[in-house]
Structure formats: C-alpha cells, structure tokens
C-alpha cells in the first residue's frame, strides 16, 4: 500500500489529503474508482488480473487516506480523482463502479486524456426523494447507535439485496461484516453527497472517449437506480455501448472478477492476464 498526497487544483475550498492506493502490474494504467462500502483491496482480483498497470486508491473515509471533511461533497472526490489520474499519466482506462461510476463520469467530463471510460452499475441521483428516505432511515439507525440496521438498509435499499442474503452474510461472515460497519458513516455522507448533486444530463455530452457501460442482469430492476442511470449514460454519452453481464448482481468484483477483467481489458483492446 502506497500514499498520494496531495492538495487540490483550482479548488480553495477543498482541503489537501493523502491517499493510499494499491498498484498492480507495468504499461498501460487503468485507474479504478471504487463505490461505497468498499476499499481499494476489494477490487485487487480484478486489479491483478489486468494487462499493464492498475491504480486502486482508497477513496476518502478509508484507512491510510484522509478524513472527508466538514465541506465533503461529490466535487470533492472529482477533484481527488483528477489528481490521481494525474499521477497516472495520460491515455488510462479509467473504471468507475456504483458511486465511484458518478465520480469517474464527471472526471471524464472534464478531461481529454483518457483512453476509455468504463462504468459498472454506476448510479446518478434520478430519483431524490427515495434517496431522501433512505438517509432518513439511515440516520434513523445512527442515532440509535444502530449500525447493523444502519448497513442493513444499505443493503437492502442501496445495493438491493435481499433480507435472506443480508442476514447469509451477517452471520456466515461475522469478520467482513464487522470490517463493513467500520464504513457505515462514509457511506452515508458519500449517498448524501450523491443526492445534494444538482445534476445536468448535458454534461454527459462532454464525454468524448470509448464508454462502456457493464449492467449487472441482477442489477437491473426497479426501484434500483443503477439500470436508469446505465440507460441514460449510453443514450447520451456520444461513443457509448451498454453490456449487460448475465447473472451479476452489484459485486462481480467480488464474486465473478475473471467477467470484469475481461470486459475491461476490451476496452482498451488488448487480453487480460491469464492466471497460470
């Protein structure tokens, strides 16, 4: 694990940082922007199993990087993604999941150097007031000093699964449940910021590389937002695509990452690294 440290471009009101980050392999970069209630090691078998370099940080609200602050808002993790991309050097794949989709869209708006754009169930705040409700309930179970409910309804309203899944992982994982509740108020200020987002569709006409947009089958479904926002992506981004993986939910990081190596490695036209 590594540290970038950092202070914002053009941007006085938000505060320097440092973040950790992990890297794989040499040549070509990839840059991946995680989503919430996940760290940069979450994604390593995805990470290793890509052609060149692969650079994973650890956003904000994660061990080794900085605190999100008082001022913490969704341009916040632009800013920090840009200067990661930076570092990277120019002509990367840059992949962006779930919210790290809605950070890795507006970074994309706002450069010319990217190789391709890829998005895995990526979301944008389409509908506020269910968002609303679910930091109210959300809330509700921090205030009681609640987090298991608190990340139950991350879950089950956020990433849609189910009570009988939910309740599998809590006590067939008792360790990566305890390790997730540690992100629980991370998560609700990051979905806090993704709703304070006055968001424009027509700055997705901006975006003028390659993009490739992964939606998990499972994924697809009402009231979810990840199929909507997928939609709206490729009917606007000028040079976009739509690939649906079959039988994925949210995780084929964690749970199918051969799927999504693959279909990133396409993105920038070369096959992935074949595990001996």
């Given amino acids: ?36 209630q996940t760290i940069a090691g979450h994604w390593s078998a995805v990470a290793s199993g890509l052609p060149g370099r692969t650079l994973v940080a650890n956003r904000r609200g994660r061990a080794g990087s900085g605190e999100l602050g008082p001022d913490y808002a969704l341009g916040t993790e632009v800013s920090d993604l840009n200067r990661v991309l930076d570092f990277a050097g120019p002509n990367a794949v840059l992949v962006g999941h779930s919210y790290g989709g ?7 708006a706002e450069r010319e150097d990217l190789a391709a754009l890829v998005l895995y169930d990526p979301v944008l705040p389409l509908d506020k007031s269910a968002n609303a409700a ?5 809330d509700a179970a921090l205030a009681k ?13 956020v990433v849609g699964d189910s009570a009988e899944n939910i309740e599998a992982f809590r006590t067939g994982a008792p360790d990566d449940w305890a390790a997730m509740l540690e992100l629980v108020e991370s998560t609700r200020a990051e979905l806090a910021a993704l709703n304070d987002l006055e968001f424009d569709p027509a700055v997705l006409d901006k975006i003028t590389v390659p993009t490739t947009v992964l939606l998990g089958e499972l994924s697809d479904r009402e009231p979810l937002a990840f199929g909507p926002t997928s939609r709206l992506v ?27 190596v693959e279909r990133i490695a396409a993105a920038r036209g070369v096959a992935p690294v074949l595990s001996a």
Avoid: C, K, W
């Avoid at 053009?10 to 919430?36: F, K, M, Q, R």
């Avoid at 809605?102 to 994309?108: C, Q």
């Avoid at 000093?145 to 309203?157: H, I, K, M, P, S």
């Fill in 1 to 36: 694990m590594l540290t970038l440290s950092f202070q914002p471009v053009n941007a006085p009101n938000i505060p320097g940082t440092s973040l950790s980050y992990d890297t794989h392999g040499e040549g070509g970069v990839s840059v991946i922007a995680h989503g919430v």
């Fill in 102 to 108: 809605a950070i890795a869209l507006l970074a994309a």
């Fill in 134 to 138: 679910t930091l109210d309930r959300i």
């Fill in 145 to 157: 000093g609640d987090r298991d409910e608190a990340f139950r309804v991350v879950l089950a309203e």
């Fill in 234 to 260: 490729v009917d606007r981004v000028p040079d976009a695509e739509l690939v649906v993986l079959p039988g994925q939910h949210h995780v084929a990081h964690a749970q199918a990452p051969e799927l999504l």
